[in-house]
């Protein structure tokens, strides 16, 4: 039988998931993360959901090639809503955006009850992301980025109480756990650059709206050049 290859970012993510009593993988689409860990030791039940009828398909067909359709249970359903009540210590959510994995994760209470492992890779909004796991008792564990073709962030978090974000820590995560990342740097001057043409996209319009987002970007982008400039490395 023939070993599933993941791409970096979904390696990086599989390879996050400790061996437990249960994982389950939300919008699991192809499947792959489920079957590699069947396939590579984890020894707890699989779960995989995803809310469309053909992602799951593909999961069950992907499953089946690798000699893997008994080990993973599969549901078709909304986020976790199918799961509560199974004994499930870890929870991947990856590939979507950062408010829809928030909305799993807000009807899902019993993932911070049961003290879930929670490793979550947001496509946008990673702010958003972090100020809803910050203001609904998640404490963010690691922070990483994978470059595959572009640079993905990798989030771990269980229950517990955060320190305060910064404005350019909401964009990037805590310095104490990125800024020892190798891509730090780069993300951090990507993100600069990103805040910094918004800030002069919103100067040059004369629209209200505008000038209300005007003063929150600003301070966005001063709080970056602030961390820039600090040079922090985790452990200072
Ligand atoms: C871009 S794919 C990501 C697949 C895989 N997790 C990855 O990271 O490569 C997003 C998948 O999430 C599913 N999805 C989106 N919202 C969902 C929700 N609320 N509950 C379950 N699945 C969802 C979509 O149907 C799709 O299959």
């Given amino acids: 039988m023939s070993l599933l290859r993941l791409s970096a970012r979904l390696?990086?993510?599989?390879?996050?998931?400790?061996?437990?009593?249960?994982?389950?993988?939300v919008g699991t689409d192809h499947g792959y993360i489920p079957?590699?860990?069947?396939?590579?030791?984890?020894?707890?039940?699989?779960?995989?959901t995803d809310i469309n009828k053909e992602p799951l398909r593909h999961?069950?067909?992907?499953?089946?090639?690798?000699?893997?359709d008994g080990r993973i249970e599969f549901h078709l359903c909304d986020g976790l809503s199918a799961l509560k009540g199974k004994n499930i210590d870890t929870v991947?959510?990856?590939?979507?955006?950062?408010?829809?994995?928030?909305?799993?994760?807000?009807?899902?209470?019993?993932?911070?009850?049961?003290?879930?492992?929670?490793?979550?890779?947001?496509?946008?909004?990673?702010?958003?992301?972090?100020?809803?796991?910050?203001n609904n008792g998640f404490r963010v564990l690691s922070e990483q980025l994978v470059d595959d073709s572009g640079i993905y962030e990798i989030l771990t978090a269980s229950a517990g109480t955060d320190e305060p974000y910064s404005p350019a820590e909401l964009l990037i995560g805590h310095a104490r756990l990125i800024a020892s990342d190798p891509l730090y740097e780069k993300r951090l001057a990507q993100l600069t650059d990103k805040i910094g043409k918004e800030v002069s996209g919103l100067s040059a319009s004369l629209k209200s709206e505008a000038l209300e987002r005007l003063t929150d970007t600003k301070e966005t982008l001063l709080s970056l050049q602030k961390l820039k400039s600090s040079g922090f490395k985790a452990g200072d």
């Fill in 35 to 48: 079957v590699w860990l069947a396939q590579n030791g984890y020894g707890g039940k699989l779960y995989a």
């Fill in 92 to 134: 991947v959510i990856a590939g979507m955006g950062g408010e829809n994995i928030a909305s799993i994760l807000e009807a899902a209470p019993w993932t911070r009850e049961n003290s879930c492992f929670l490793i979550l890779q947001p496509m946008s909004k990673s702010a958003h992301l972090r100020k809803w796991l910050y």
């Fill in 11 to 25: 390696k990086a993510i599989a390879e996050l998931v400790p061996d437990g009593i249960g994982a389950a993988d």
């Fill in 59 to 68: 999961a069950k067909q992907t499953a089946a090639e690798y000699g893997q």
